[in-house]
């Protein structure tokens, strides 16, 4: 039920909105995610967009893409299409949209310039709307002169009293003019089901909102009302943030005369801190997460249980299918509490996506961050195998396949740099002793060449010349990882395998004999 409660020059309306149910002939679902093309899918678009998802296929509704480019200054190119690829990675493919087209295209605003047009004349000619004419400057200097009242900024609605004859004159000396609103002052009252009955008193003492701008595009608001209205949108679900806007939105509905739709406000996202998402932890956006190799439906679980609208917590640690989360999901669950993000959960559930992963998959994936990471003349010498293994020792360890990349384990990949500053952080050993072990490995057959055989070998040569053995495992850690602490040196030659093990000894003996001449 959505009322508006007069106060003074208040009108009383009353307006049926369609209730939550199961889809049916009288309120077929739909719904629409919006993103204004401003950059990359934001952390907070991806719950947007996905809850609106679930809810449109569990209803058997239609799940709509809408591109709301009209702020042209803050459109950046290329931005709607980097949406469209995340919403497809992630598998959120949507019935509806600038790409698949559809029955109430076209679905970019920017290109729906008539529709709006339409609209607005519709709203003069009712006398619901007027043109004012005011200057930039005029209104700068009124923002200005409210600013040292300390007054909140706002319009005097002056256009809004010109005379016929004054608009005409004006409007045949070409002066420009922007469309607002004839606002009225009223309390709106309505339902959200999250956030429950919530009421927003509209004044005329902030100023008459503008509709269309002088350039010709609508402003969001108007835009919105009319494209929600026109693709028959059934259920609103977006973020909390257009919570207070809603007001205005409902009285443009009154306006045309149209019945709203459900509102369904979604809580802002916090980190663990309570605050918002920041891009400087990388948590900001979905490519954040894509290009550290989490896996969509880890991403999408995580947003999902984060978000809210499921009974049972214990299924927030457990990877779902799509087809399940839509089994799943229940919009009436939906809180307002503004949820924050723990990245351990994302780990848990990158970890059991990661674990269903078929050996070819795991290949082709390290294979394609060797190609990022690794330099052609090195990455050439990577057999299956030898990738695989690496794997198949790191799996139960690692969340993503790029930790296998970073600086803990890039020594995997790329033998370090033997620098003097950097052999000399440890106690040296003997030349001959590096040629006794690379004589010892390479009696060791590729089937043997593991840790227990290995650690055997290293207590052969260190007890055979007499090299105390710690400092004989330091100094191969430094030189061979680049680190002076890690794994066992026999662990780590059983990693890298016989032939890299070699191939590395031999560059630091014919390193260590470069620098003793």
Known sequence: MLLFVGRAKCSL??????????ASPECHVRVRFAPSPTGHLHFGGLRTALLNYLFAKQQGGRFILRI????????????????????????????????????????????????????????????????????????????????RMQR??????????????????????????????KQKAEVVTFDDLVYGSRS????????????????????????????????????????????????????LYAAFEWAPP??????????????????????????????????????????????????????????????????????????????????QWLHVLNKQALARKTDAEVLAQIRHLISHYISPEERSSFSDSFILNIFAHYKNEICTLAELFDDNHIFLWKMPNLLPAEVSKVKPVPVRDIDDLIVALGSVGHDHFRRSILNDVLCD??????????????????????SGRGLPIAEVLEILGKSNSLQRLTNVRNYMVSRSQ
């Open 262 to 343: 459900v509102f369904v406000h979604l809580p802002l996202m916090l980190n663990l801190r309570g605050e918002k998402l920041s891009k400087r932890e990388g948590m900001a956006f979905v490519d954040d997460y894509r290009n550290r190799c989490y896996y969509a439906e880890a991403l999408v679980n995580f947003a999902c249980f984060a978000g809210g609208g499921f009974v049972n917590d214990k299924e927030r640690l457990m990877l779902h299918s799509l087809n399940e989360l839509v089994e799943l999901f229940d919009l009436k669950h939906l809180s307002k509490r503004r949820p924050k993000l723990d990245v």
């Open 68 to 147: 709301e480019d009209t702020d042209i200054q803050r459109t950046v190119g290329g931005a709607a299409q980097a949406i469209q690829s995340s919403l497809r990675w992630l598998g959120l493919d949507p019935d509806e949209s600038p790409s698949k087209g559809g029955p109430h295209g076209p679905y970019v605003q920017s290109k729906r310039l008539h529709i709006y047009k339409h609209a607005a004349e519709k709203l003069l000619e009712q006398d619901m709307a007027y043109r004012c004419f005011c200057s930039r400057e005029r209104l700068m200097l009124m923002r200005k002169e409210a600013l």
């Open 13 to 22: 309306l009353l307006v049926r909105q369609c209730r939550l149910a199961s």
């Open 152 to 181: 909140d900024p706002s319009y005097d609605n002056a256009c809004r009293h010109l005379s016929k004859e004054e608009v005409a004159s004006k409007l045949r000396s070409g002066q420009p003019f922007v469309l607002r609103l």
């Open 200 to 251: 927003f008193c509209l004044r005329e003492d902030v100023g008459d909102p503008v509709l269309i701008k002088s350039d010709g595009f609508p402003t969001y608001h108007f835009a919105s009302v009319v494209d929600d209205h026109a693709m028959q949108i059934s259920h609103v679900l977006r973020g909390e943030e257009w919570l207070t806007s809603t007001g205005l939105h409902l009285q």
């Open 461 to 482: 040569v260190t007890a055979h010349n007499g090299t105390p053995r710690a400092d004989f495992t330091h100094f191969l850690r430094r030189v061979l990882t680049g």
